[in-house]
């Protein structure tokens, strides 16, 4: 279990997660500059608004890895049905042979 000191934003506190620490100092620092980003690149002051949209751009970068995860599954379950295609046909040939 892991303990993380969060001080972003002006908020500060204190969270346990299941995670190890490392990862979870891991996870703030991409956070803090995803935050630092949209405070330079919006002009965006208030911490809640910064966070809201923090929130919007870390979802978007989910969603788009979801959506590439999805169809590298689809494309592999289409290799795997044409390899099993292959491999009937071949075995088909090699009985016709053996007869």
Request: net charge negative; with cysteine; hydrophobic share 35%.
């Amino acid at each position: 279990m892991g303990k993380l000191q969060i001080d972003v934003l002006g908020s500060s506190f204190a969270i346990e997660a299941k995670e190890d620490d490392t990862y979870l100092k891991r996870l703030l620092s991409y956070y803090a500059e995803m935050t630092g980003q949209i405070e330079q690149k919006s002009k965006l002051k208030d911490p809640l608004q910064v966070s809201i949209l923090s929130g919007i751009m870390l979802c978007d970068e989910l969603y788009k890895e979801k959506s590439k995860n999805a169809q590298s599954t689809q494309q592999g379950d289409v290799e795997i049905q044409e390899a099993e295609r292959i491999a009937a046909d071949l075995i088909k040939k090699i009985d016709q042979v053996l007869k």
